[in-house]
């Protein structure tokens, strides 16, 4: 089987190492990929946003299976137009990719499905804006509707700021298209934690509980980036709770969808916060979260490829879906500066070593495969992934084999998971 991969991170570094474990597949194509599945596979410089050169490739190249790591080309309709063509494409359609596309869609398919949300109202009008954020005061969250790389959402702390964010949104433009309408919601106080599930439209399959740390420096301060290092299971929602929660805040959504005639297909992901009264959805992802994804990647026994092709054809409740019990922390080393301005073009070295660890996979996100050199090109340079028998074992061995990695003007957070310790002392 030939199969193609979209994107570029860590993420898509992890799904092609998965894929490539099912001997039935035989050639692995990434566009535009990284130094990691130019080690698996071949990159192709296509970007993730061209759906016709995509779909394109995908019936030059005669590809048994498209797998979508990243949000946009879903919003953009990549699946719709791949089955217009009659190839197998795992994500899903458009429609329902708007509960990421779009967050008034989002919390309006929330309300109607019963989910647990924080208050919110849509303004498509500044002055109306303006006007709730001083009716309702501070703290209030400031939403852009549509996809703004993870920059869109401003918690604020004061009227001034939540006013200077829907300013910079409605009025300075500074998200283009994606910030003409607002979403404007309650501040939710609490832990938050990741729950992905493996969705046929009707049937779901769960994935173990994970926590990505999003801010840039330890104690979860600084600005936000894309994700800093993740760990699974979380224990601030155990295994028993998992059931429950996905009942409260999946199942809904895909009998909603259903109903609608627009089966999800692919993997939702719930971005949860867990509040003095229980659950509540911050977010909805329509795909595998970065870093999440390495962590529980590593975690899935069951074969990825037997599970894609279930979810596409609806036979998820045909198969078991699979975790080890093991515990996997994985650590994000970036390039200082990151997420703002930083270096390019450092050499990596070190990445075997870490490697042959038991138990330990380095993950590729911004780094290109030059003359058998891994160069780092991104922000996110890689995501160094351990499993172990608990969190503390998972933790020590992920930061074990990142001192085996250096390249000049690396940075890591030297507390991932330190959370997840703390709740289970
Ligand atoms: P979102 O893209 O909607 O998940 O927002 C990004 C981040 O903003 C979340 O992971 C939270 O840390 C924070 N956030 C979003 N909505 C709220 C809320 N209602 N209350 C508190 N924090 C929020
Ligand atoms: N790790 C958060 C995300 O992928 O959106």
Redesign the pocket.
């Known amino acids: 089987m030939k199969i193609l991969v979209i994107g570029s991170g860590g993420r898509e570094h992890a799904l092609c190492w998965k894929l490539a474990q099912n001997p039935k597949v035989e050639r692995i194509l990434c566009a535009p990929g990284n130094g990691g599945t130019a080690q698996i596979g071949e990159n192709i410089a296509i970007k993730d946003d061209d759906i016709p050169a995509l779909v394109a490739l995908s019936k030059e190249k005669q590809v048994d299976l498209v797998v979508v790591g990243p949000e946009m080309p879903l919003v953009l309709g990549l699946e719709n137009a791949l089955r217009q063509e009659g190839i197998p494409c795992f994500g899903p359609s458009a429609y329902p990719a708007n509960l990421e596309g779009s967050?008034a869609f989002s919390k309006n398919v929330m309300a109607d499905a019963g989910v647990p949300t924080?208050p919110f109202r849509v303004f498509d009008e500044f002055d109306q804006a303006v006007a709730f954020i001083k009716e309702k005061g501070a703290p209030i969250?400031v939403?852009a509707d549509g996809l703004a790389a993870?920059k869109?959402?401003v918690?604020a702390s004061t009227e001034e700021e939540a006013i200077e964010a829907v300013e910079d949104m409605m009025v300075r433009q500074s998200f283009g298209a994606a910030g003409e309408r607002v979403v404007i919601?309650?501040?939710?106080?609490g832990e938050?934690a990741s729950f992905l599930a493996f969705c046929d439209g009707i049937n779901y399959a769960l994935l173990p509980s994970s926590q990505?740390h999003?801010a840039i420096y330890e104690g979860d301060t600084g600005p936000?980036t894309g994700g800093m290092g993740a760990y699974s299971p979380a224990p601030v929602l155990p295994k028993e709770k998992y059931v429950e929660t996905a009942e409260l805040c999946i199942k809904p959504i895909l009998r909603h969808l259903a109903a609608k005639g627009e089966p999800f297909k692919g993997v939702l992901y719930a971005?949860l916060?867990y509040t003095e009264d229980g659950p509540?959805v911050?977010?909805y992802n329509v795909r595998f979260g970065d870093p999440e994804c390495q962590p529980l990647l590593m975690r899935l026994e069951t074969d990825l490829l037997t599970i894609m092709f279930a979810c596409i054809d609806g036979k998820l409740n045909q198969i078991e879906v699979k975790s080890s019990t093991q515990t996997a922390c994985g650590v994000v080393m970036a390039a200082e500066g990151y997420p703002g301005a930083y270096p390019k073009g450092m050499e990596i070295i070190g990445l075997e070593e870490a490697d042959a660890m038991e138990g330990v996979k380095t993950f590729q996100a911004g780094t290109k495969l030059v003359d058998g050199k891994v160069i780092t090109t991104g922000g996110r340079v890689l995501c160094v992934t351990a499993l172990g028998d608990d969190l503390a074992e998972a933790q020590r061995k992920a930061y074990e084999a990142v001192a085996k990695i250096h390249f000049d003007k690396s940075y890591y957070r030297r507390d991932i998971a330190d959370k997840g310790l703390k709740r289970l002392k």
């Not at 919601?185 to 106080?189: D, F, S």
């Open positions: 967050k924080a969250v939403k993870g869109g959402v918690v919601e309650e501040v939710l106080k938050e990505d999003k936000n971005g916060m509540s911050l977010e």
